[in-house]
């Protein structure tokens, strides 16, 4: 089993930054791929950005230019450095954790959430 431990969420005025943290505990030998992923009320859970096992990134086309995604292996930990932030921006944002390259129910663990609001 794998927990994971969200931090860093907040509210922040538009064109702000914001670093969210996501540690993992438990079984980290199984994690490959990490993600982030956010919920706006009313809307779908969405995948923000992805970073593989072997470092490669993915981003959202909202969010690309002004996300990076990154991990450290050495502490089992990933993070998400927003910058430029935007009100669209706002949501409650997920980290997600697989022992494979995908994010399928099976194979991914979640962290419990962490707000962050956009707001002047």
């Known amino acids: 089993q794998v927990q994971l431990v969200e931090s860093g969420g907040g509210l922040v005025q538009p064109g702000g930054s914001l670093r969210l943290s996501c540690a993992a505990s438990?079984?980290?030998?199984?994690?490959?791929?990490m993600g982030w992923y956010r919920q706006a009320p009313g809307k779908q859970r969405e995948l923000v950005a992805r970073?593989?096992?072997?470092?490669?990134?993915n981003y959202a086309d909202s969010v690309k230019g002004r996300f990076t995604i990154s991990r450290d292996n050495a502490k089992n930990t990933g993070y998400l450095q927003m910058d430029s932030l935007k009100p669209e921006d706002t949501a409650v944002y997920y980290c997600?954790?697989?022992?494979?390259?995908?994010?399928?129910?099976?194979?991914?663990?979640w962290g419990q959430g962490t707000q962050v609001t956009v707001s002047s």
């Open positions: 997600a954790m697989s022992s494979t390259e995908i994010f399928i129910a099976a194979t991914t663990y």
């Open positions: 438990g079984s980290i030998f199984s994690i490959n791929a």
């Open positions: 970073i593989s096992g072997g470092g490669n990134t």
